[in-house]
């Protein structure tokens, strides 16, 4: 046992180690951290347990017996060698406030002070499993993956949703919006959302913004019989937030938006929790990659998507599968990771529509297909508003690429008798996908 004079600030004590088979893992939540330290993995885990339950860098004379017996988070596995490599920190549920501080005190604890520790050079928390008494507390998603597809007629025809940022992101007014959402509902989308910078401009004031295209959007439905969603940005103060909502709700919307980094997960918490608005929840995770990005430091996409699914959302921006924010190779594996997860039988909470965005054009459809399979939403906003036709020909560009995979028909041969598609390749190529 140290005590902190080795500046590093370690003092380690065997009450923060545990053997496995004494975690009961209905009476903990249990995060799985990569690290790389100077420490053996045991010592870095029993680093991260102390501080981040009863410790601090040194021996403290007011820890009581109940305090040093019931509530050490315990390092309990560890894998890898020499100082690198993963543990695994049980973390006893008697430890939260769950009830009054929720998803902050959890947070503030499986992902607080450790990030900043000197003796681990870097530490990234990869994944948190929650036990059911901590589910249990969760709506989960309200509508989920099958509420979505009620609504837009997708349950039997089970293809990709197509959905659309409308572009330019911030600038257009409410009628030039509405226009432009028209036009893209025409030629195809399933979904349109607000980009996450636009809330309620002067330019744009989302009270008329929601109204215009409610409008267009009807007038969408009597021509085609189709049912559109439009997500309203609302993301703000908790005040302004749930009056953003409440306009967007009375006049119509039928989808709300969350920039839920943002915000910060307490916020999404409260106002997912305290008011039910029928309507789908689309989550945006705009700066996530201030702590995602860095695979060996920070906390990863699967620890935020399953908290934004035990918050409530009900579509997640996870990363694409290929575009301009996505499709790494090195990332591959985590991002299908992160969809396994969002649509699997979890806690039983309702399964929650992947999303693919970022610089998404017809070209890189199969390669996203490829990763995603049937179940998720495909987002374009400059691959559709940018076609040199317009709008509605980039839309029906994009539903043709969809329609190519379905049908199991290589994107060149399936844009032969579809001209959008095949100006669409034309001006912005297409990605050829490797045999495996
Ligand atoms: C996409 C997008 C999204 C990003 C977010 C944008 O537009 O609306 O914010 O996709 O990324 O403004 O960039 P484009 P992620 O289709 O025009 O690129 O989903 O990776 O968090
Ligand atoms: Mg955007």
Same mark, same amino acid.
């Given at each position: ?69 019931? +509530? ?14 993963? $543990? ?9 406030? +769950? ?52 609504? =837009? ?45 636009? =809330? ?5 004031? +989302?009270?008329?913004? =929601? ?104 579509? +997640? ?34 399964? =929650? ?52 995979? $379905? ?30």
């Amino acid at each position: 046992m140290s005590q902190g004079s080795d500046g590093k600030g370690i003092y380690l004590d065997k009450i923060f180690y545990a053997d496995p088979e004494s975690i009961d893992p209905e009476r903990h939540i249990v995060a799985k951290y990569y690290v790389e330290s100077e420490l053996d993995l045991k010592a870095a885990g029993m680093a991260i347990a102390t501080e981040e339950s009863i410790g601090t860098w040194t021996e403290i004379t007011t820890t009581n017996e109940w305090i040093r017996t019931k +509530l050490p988070a315990k390092v309990f596995r560890t894998e890898g060698s020499g100082g690198t490599g993963f $543990v695994w920190v049980a973390y006893p549920i008697d430890l939260f406030d +769950l009830e009054t501080s929720g998803i902050a005190n959890i947070l503030s604890m499986v992902a607080g002070n450790l990030f900043g520790l000197s003796a681990l050079k870097n530490v990234r928390l990869v994944d948190v499993d929650f036990p059911k008494e901590v589910a249990e507390m969760y709506p989960g998603p309200r509508i989920g993956i099958e509420g979505v597809r009620r609504f =837009v007629g997708t349950e039997t025809a089970r293809r990709p949703h197509l959905g659309t940022i409308v572009k330019p992101k911030v600038g257009l007014s409410p009628d030039q919006t509405a226009r432009i959402c028209y036009d893209a509902a025409i030629g195809g989308v399933d979904f349109i959302k607000d980009d996450e910078t636009l =809330v309620n401009q002067k330019f744009c004031p +989302l009270e008329d913004r =929601v109204v215009r295209v409610m409008e267009a959007l009807d007038q969408v439905k009597s021509e085609t019989g189709r049912n559109v969603l439009f997500a309203v940005n609302v993301t703000a103060d908790p005040e302004n937030m749930i009056k953003h909502a409440e306009t967007a709700i009375d006049n119509g919307a039928n989808t709300l938006m969350l920039d839920i980094v943002i915000l910060g997960l307490p916020t999404v918490e409260w106002f997912i929790k305290s008011h039910d608005f029928h309507v789908p929840i689309h989550m945006h995770r705009a700066m996530h990659a201030a702590f995602t990005r860095n695979p060996r430091h920070g906390i990863s996409m699967l620890v935020l998507a399953k908290v934004a699914r035990l918050l409530g959302g009900d579509q +997640l921006h996870v990363g694409s599968g290929a575009g301009k924010m996505g499709g790494e190779e090195g990332r591959k594996a985590e991002l299908s990771e992160i969809i396994g997860f969002l649509r699997s039988d979890w806690h039983g909470k309702r399964k =929650v529509f992947p999303v693919a965005s970022g610089g998404i054009h017809p070209g890189f459809v199969p390669a996203n297909y490829r990763v995603f399979g049937n179940d998720f939403v495909i987002n374009a906003g400059g691959g559709i508003h940018g076609h040199p036709m317009g709008t509605r020909a980039g839309a029906a560009a994009m539903r043709q690429a969809i329609d190519a995979c $379905v049908a199991g028909v290589p994107l060149d041969e399936y844009a032969k008798n579809h001209e959008e598609l095949r100006i669409a390749i034309e001006r912005w190529g297409e990605m050829r996908l490797s045999e495996d």
